[in-house]
């Protein structure tokens, strides 16, 4: 049995006592508490993530996206009027201040890719001394909504053509001929003719300008982010 003055034989409760001081001792003078970990670290749950709206960029400033439109309106209504110019008195006519537009779909959505060409074709219409037509325009707003609903965030590749394809079909040839012979009188003959190789053109030019488009898309994403 131990006595009290012998200092070999250990006290297990000294060393239970020395323990439990030991854990529970106060942080030392001057220190702050530690402070808890967030929910979600202890959880192990990863950070919410941005939620992208699916058509409209949330992700740029509304600044940048109205300027960026601005330009690319005003870039197709030049090229409008150039080519106006060029192939004025032509029954075949390719459309390439629909360039722009394709731009504005990838980038910003149907939304603004609509207005993009609206203003496009109001634009090259006031500079060429065209009248402006309602039908027309529809025409041009729903081909643009129409880029802007298959074209907003994908990547470019081979399906890229089938929006081209489907606006070449139903806009460039079908709703185009119908404007054509209600607005001008233009006979279905003439137009059963002309309008199937200005689509034609129109979808082989797009098609073309696609392959420049990844690198343009790229560098316009890093100016709008920065």
């Not at 025409?139 to 929006?163: D, E, H, N, Q």
């Not at 003719?193 to 790229?218: D, M």
């Amino acid at each position: 049995m131990r006595t009290q003055d012998d200092p070999h034989t250990p006290d297990p409760v000294g060393q239970t006592d020395s323990h439990l001081t030991e854990k529970a001792a106060p942080p030392p003078a001057g220190a702050e508490p530690a402070a808890a970990p967030p929910p979600d670290i202890v959880k192990g749950d990863p950070p919410a993530p941005k939620r992208r709206r699916r058509f409209w960029p949330s992700e740029y400033r509304p600044t940048r996206v109205l300027a960026a439109s601005a330009l690319l309106a005003a870039v197709g209504s030049a090229l409008n009027w150039v080519f106006h110019a060029v192939f004025f008195g032509l029954s075949f006519r390719p459309d390439l201040s629909a360039l722009p537009v394709l731009l504005a779909a990838y980038l910003f959505g149907p939304v603004w890719s609509a207005l993009v060409y609206a203003v496009t074709d109001l634009a090259g219409c006031l500079s060429t001394g065209d009248s402006i037509n309602l039908l027309i325009l529809l025409c041009k707003v729903a081909a643009g909504a129409i880029f802007g609903l298959c074209l907003f965030r994908r990547k470019v590749g081979w399906k890229s053509a089938i929006p081209l394809f489907l606006v070449g079909v139903l806009i460039d040839f079908g709703a185009m001929a119908l404007c054509l012979h209600v607005s001008f009188g233009m006979p279905w003959a003439q137009l059963l003719v002309t309008r199937p190789v200005t689509a034609t053109l129109n979808f082989a030019i797009r098609c073309l300008a696609l392959t420049v488009f990844p690198p343009l898309l790229t560098r316009t994403d890093r100016m709008l982010t920065r």
